[in-house]
């Protein structure tokens, strides 16, 4: 009962419905029969998975798999081209969102803790556990870990040749300490706490006189 088809096929109507298989127990597929590569695309039935997939057996070489809770899993790597390809993660809804890197060793994630609602970079594979870089809503940036700075010449620049103060802050537990570029009397000063101006122990003006 194969039927051979030698031309198209049309299916017209208000509600034309294409069923392949009769709810078996059994692997139901479409292959496209090609010249040098063959491609399908099938009900894996005890994997309970849709494939799409290169040659004609199901299962075998899958390219794209999606499970029952439409978990689409990708055996292959990702192009996206065009003039503006966008990758969106989430749907606006509150919830994290992530991306993560499954190691041999070490696990990494990239996410949006959607709580905090900060970016993170971190260990693992859990949103919000052993955070490395966060980023805030004002572009905050938080190193939990230490920084290295490597190369021929590396350069640390703070500002971007604005009308503002820019400073390091060391926030100590009984006293902090801070060092800093007053940009209004243009000196560079050290000083307690972490204001700017206030409390300078040693200054430094553009004559180089301390």
Known sequence: LLATFHGGITMSGTTPTLTIGDAGA??????????????YIALDDSADDLLIGLGSTVGTTPAIAIDENLKSTFHGAITMAGTTPTLTIGDAGAEDTKIVFDGNAQDFYIALDDSADDLLIGLGS???????IAVDENLLATFHGGITMAGTTPTLTIGD???????????????????????????LL???????????????DENLKT
């Not at 597929?29 to 491609?39: L, S």
């Not at 009308?163 to 100590?172: L, P, Q, R, S």
């Open 26 to 39: 059994e692997d139901t597929k479409i292959v496209f029969d090609g010249n040098a590569q063959d491609f």
């Open 161 to 187: 040749a604005g009308a503002e103060d820019t400073k390091i802050v060391f926030d100590g537990n009984a006293q902090d300490f801070y060092i800093a570029l007053d940009d209004s009397a243009d000196d």
């Open 126 to 132: 859990t949103v919000g556990t052993t955070p490395a």
């Open 190 to 204: 050290i000083g307690l706490g972490s204001t700017v101006g206030t409390t300078p122990a040693i200054s430094i």
